[in-house]
């Protein structure tokens, strides 16, 4: 029987763990991360949670599903949302982020946000990793915030704002780009002391559909620049307007996507649809170990 691991062999196989405190997270296989979103606009509707009883009720289920990381986002950031305060985006933030940990003490927990003071909160209060949308542009206190205990950071490319982003997305090479500003956003962290670097290219965050397929197309240029990737396409519009339909109907594109990223090397992948990922990832595991 194939074990759980890739293929020691595979060009994409790196061996990385992740630390938070006394807690450890294996990147040498590729982990799913389930989404929670604490926002009554998200793109998609089916992941909207207003309750605390429906917000536990899906945490539970993306860990019982398989999700290694749980992903909380209390700021809607679809194409022309609006914003939000700070104060209410920590409020929505540290209400959630107590009671999952609370009745998920080991579970590992990223904060979806770009603020710097409250990233520092919610690590204070007990998340594991800072996902920022912004990969440090929208708050230059980030770097210093996550070097202060290293926790994982994932830097991610976003041209643009939520608001303007995808008014006519322009590139003259959109590769060449997005790694200068891993480069460039990476040195700072780094030089900071912030270490535990995740890259996320930012999938529909000020691209057109075509930049979307040409970056997937082109995932593994990303590779040279010694971080682990992160993919994150659950459902988005890269799919359902390629294929006329909606977001409630984009499963089988993010499966399809998904299985083309993992193969292409990316470590990470944040969901929706966990089981689905989880399966995902076996199967392609299942292929590299016969």
């Keep these: 029987m194939p074990n759980n691991s890739m293929d020691n062999n595979d060009k994409f196989s790196t061996s990385l763990v992740l630390r938070s405190g006394t807690k450890s997270l294996d990147l040498t296989s590729p982990i799913v991360m389930g989404i929670l979103n604490l926002t009554p606009d998200s793109f998609y509707a089916g992941s909207r949670l207003q309750s605390s009883k429906d917000f536990i009720e899906r945490a539970e289920k993306h860990i019982i599903e398989g999700?290694?990381?749980?992903?909380?986002?209390?700021?809607?950031?679809?194409?022309?949302?609006?914003?939000?305060?700070?104060?209410?985006?920590?409020d929505r933030l540290l209400s959630a982020l107590k009671e999952l940990r609370s009745r998920f003490p080991d579970v590992w927990i990223s904060i979806d946000t770009w603020r710097a003071g409250i990233a520092k909160q919610c690590l204070a209060e007990g998340a594991d990793m800072i996902n920022d949308i912004s990969g440090g542009t929208f708050d230059a206190e980030m770097p210093k915030i996550m070097a202060e205990n290293n926790n994982p950071y994932i830097l991610m490319h976003i041209k643009g704002e939520p608001q303007n982003m995808q008014q006519n997305p322009v590139y003259e090479n959109v590769l060449k780009e997005i790694s200068t500003f891993f480069k460039t956003q990476s040195e700072k962290f780094l030089d900071a002391g912030a270490t535990q670097l995740i890259l996320d290219p930012g999938f529909g965050f000020g691209k057109t559909l075509e930049h979307n397929y040409h970056l997937l197309k082109h995932l593994e240029e990303f590779h040279h620049l010694g971080h682990p990737l992160m993919v994150g396409v659950s459902r988005k519009s890269m799919i359902h307007k390629l294929l006329d339909s909606t977001a409630e109907n984009a499963l089988n594109g993010t499966t399809v996507l998904n299985?083309?990223?993992?193969?292409?090397?990316?470590?990470?992948?944040?969901?929706?649809?966990?089981?689905?990922a989880v399966e995902t990832i076996k199967i392609i595991q299942a292929l590299h170990t016969s």
């Design 67 to 90: 999700a290694a990381i749980i992903d909380i986002g209390a700021v809607s950031t679809r194409p022309g949302a609006s914003k939000i305060s700070d104060v209410e985006e920590s």
């Design 259 to 276: 299985t083309l990223a993992i193969q292409k090397g990316a470590k990470l992948l944040r969901v929706h649809d966990v089981k689905e």
